[in-house]
């Protein structure tokens, strides 16, 4: 609820559901997916948040409104995961299909993209790249996969090719725990994964690829130009909730002028943290 650019957001109404509501159900879509949990703050501010899950009986923890890697420990310590999956509150377009792909890969299984024909002449293929942060030997030892970590965007050297919104990341809590023990810097602790991909030769670290590129484009919501397309899009949608992100980019194709609603919108990187404390 603190959001500095857009304070609030995640409340804030997108076709007639609180952003929130929009985000958690089309997680619960996902077929990797056994169990969501909103993880928020303890402040006095999100028990606004607190009030909604208990509404719609969605599973909650409550933690650390700055040290947001202890909030993401202690609630996957409450609830048991092995493996967990962080998709953030700002993502009304998150995709269930996509989340699927990134754990499918982070547990070594086939990836298999399905894209309906009409998205473009161009043919959409996924590729699962190491880093060099991969070719190192990891100190986590973990049976029930291959990874330590696994995304579908990871900030410089590094280059985003799904759109900004559909950011997924998969680690293992074991991974997760270790760190909480060990991660020291700002920006660790609050953008919960860095430590795992920064530290390297610690992780097996793995990116999921997609070609074409589409990471210039921006689905998350931070600003009000964000939330204007987001509100748009699902509009262009009438009432659906289950749309994919390939029929989002078939919207594009026949509407370009949405892309330019936020395109001047400055993306926050890894190291910007928030000084309020």
Not at 104 to 127: E, M, T, W, Y
Not at 219 to 238: C, G, H, N, P
Request: with cysteine.
């Amino acid at each position: 609820m603190s959001s500095r650019r857009l304070p609030g957001k995640v409340l804030l109404d997108i076709a007639g559901q609180p952003m929130l509501v929009r985000v958690v159900e089309r997680v619960q879509r996902a077929e990797t997916v056994d169990e969501v949990v909103v993880a928020t703050t303890s402040d006095p501010s999100d028990n606004a948040v607190e009030a909604l899950c208990k509404g719609r009986g969605y599973l909650y923890s409550r933690g650390s409104a700055h040290d947001v890697l202890d909030r993401y420990y202690h609630a996957g310590r409450q609830f048991g995961g092995e493996v967990i999956v962080r998709i953030t509150a700002d993502c009304p377009l998150i995709d269930p299909g996509v989340i699927d792909i990134v754990v499918n890969a982070f547990l070594g299984r086939d990836v298999v993209s399905r894209q309906p024909p009409s998205i473009s002449s161009r043919q959409s293929k996924l590729s699962v790249q190491r880093s060099e942060v991969r070719q190192q030997k990891s100190i986590v030892e973990e049976k029930s996969a291959p990874w330590d970590f696994a995304a579908n965007r990871l900030p410089p050297p590094w280059k985003r090719t799904f759109p900004i919104g559909l950011d997924t990341e998969v680690c293992t809590f074991r991974a997760l725990e270790r760190a909480w023990r060990e991660a020291s810097e700002p920006h660790q602790r609050e953008h919960v994964m860095p430590y795992l991909y920064e530290r390297e030769g610690r992780f097996r670290v793995l990116l999921v690829d997609h070609d074409p590129d589409y990471g210039a484009l921006r689905w998350t919501v931070d600003t009000s130009e964000d939330l204007d397309l987001v509100r748009q899009i699902y509009a262009q949608f009438e009432g659906r909730e289950d749309f994919t992100w390939y029929e989002i980019l078939n919207l594009f194709q026949r509407h370009p002028e949405l892309a330019q609603i936020n395109t001047d919108v400055q993306h926050k990187t890894v190291h910007d943290v928030d000084d309020r404390r």
